[in-house]
Each structure stands twice: as C-alpha cells, then as structure tokens.
T-cell receptor, first 112, second 118 residues
C-alpha cells in the first residue's frame, strides 16, 4: 500500500541549531514533492517544491533534498528560531495536477 | 502572495442539519480548488477536486451525495456537508492553485473550518 511517513515524535531543538526532518514514501512515483508548514488550527502554508529531477532546493534558511532512489526527502531549517516552531508536512503530487497526498507531519519545537 | 479565504472558521450544528463552507480566492482566479479533511493528529486527506464550471471529482471512499461541491465561479467553491452527523466533525480545508505555467504549481490553503456536529 502507499505510505508517506514522517517522524511522529516532536523534534525539540535549541535555537540556532539546524532542524532536520525526514519524509519517506513507498509505492509512489511523485513528479513533485512539497513541504508545508501548519500551525495549530490553521491551514498549511506552502514552503518549498522540489521536482523529481532536482536534488536540492533552497529558500532562505530552508533546504530540501529529494532522493527518488531512496524515496526520501530531507527538510532542513538552519539557524532555527522559536518562530519556526510548527508542524511541517511533506506532500506528494500524485499526478502532476496538484492532487496531493500528505504525511501526518512532524512537529518542531525550537527552544530559546 | 495569493490569498485564499475560507468561511466560516468554525461551526457547531445539530445532527441532521446541512452546513455550507465557502472558499474564495481573493486576488487570483482559481479554475481548480481542492477540499481536504483533517482529523486530530492525522494527515490531510484529499476529498475532492473542484473544477470551475464542471462536476467535482471525488476521491475513493468520499460520498459525493454527502459532500456537495459547487464551483460556480473562478473565485468561489463551496462544500456542503449534508445531513451532518457527529462522525463528520472534522477540520475542513480548501486550497486553490495559482497557475504559474511551470507545472506542479504550489497551492494556497484557506485557514480551515472546524465543524462540530452535536
């Protein structure tokens, strides 16, 4: 069956350090992979999109890698700040038309 | 950036009543909108794809007669939960695609609607 797995345990990290989150998937062949941020009781906010032919994408303090052989994406927040505390969602584009399948998300808590 | 407005943000209703949720793209036209449902601590589950001027496409296991979707204009899609029951209580979220012509366009999400059915 198809699965998108993100670590269910919250990641507690000291301010200034780099937070690294993992997204693993099975039985998918996505053309795109996206990362979103979700705060409690709010809708997701788009962060980054990476295509299957891209290895790495950066945006300010965020970096995403995409390994289609390992079926894995890594999401990095460098120089983390308390304001980065949120749940981060990995999403796969099922057919290139924005029909997205989401992971459960990984909570990040940045400790001042 | 593009803004998607969703209304209401929360609603409480009695079992058996119908509830309508609106999703508007405020500063762009959205030919396609998506509706998701999210239970606590769970992932967002895609319910249906809403296309302007045509019938919605529902995901497997989603009852189209239960969740009525109307996308009558390029800026508005509505989801009506008909004859709501307590098991329909959930967080409903819409999203819209802003076309950039590159494929795999990013989605903009509404702020969600928390539905509680008593």
């Amino acid at each position: 069956s198809q699965k998108i797995e993100q670590n269910s345990e919250a990641l507690n990290i000291q301010e200034g350090k780099t937070a690294t989150l993992t997204c693993n998937y099975t039985n998918y062949s996505p053309a795109y992979l996206q990362w979103y941020r979700q705060d409690p009781g709010r809708g997701p906010v788009f962060l980054l999109l990476i295509r299957e032919n891209e290895k790495e994408k950066r945006k300010e303090r965020l970096k995403v890698t995409f390994d289609t052989t390992l079926k894995q994406s890594l999401f990095h927040i460098t120089a983390s700040q308390p304001a980065d505390s949120a749940t981060y969602l990995c999403a796969l584009d099922l057919d290139g038309n924005n029909r997205l399948a989401f992971g459960k998300g990984n909570q990040v808590v940045v400790i001042p | 950036g593009a803004v998607v407005s969703q209304h209401p943000s929360w609603v409480i209703c009695k079992s058996g009543t119908s509830v309508k949720i609106e999703c508007r793209s405020l500063d762009f036209q959205a030919t396609t909108m998506f509706w998701y449902r999210q239970f606590p601590k769970q992932s967002l589950m895609l319910m249906a794809t809403s296309n302007e001027g045509s019938k919605a496409t529902y995901e497997q296991g989603v009852e189209k007669d239960k969740f009525l979707i109307n996308h009558a204009s390029l800026t508005l899609s509505t989801l009506t939960v008909t004859s709501a029951h307590p098991e329909d209580s959930s967080f409903y979220i819409c999203s819209a695609r802003e076309a950039t012509g590159q494929g795999g366009e990013k989605l903009f999400f509404g702020s969600g609607t928390q539905l509680s059915v008593l």
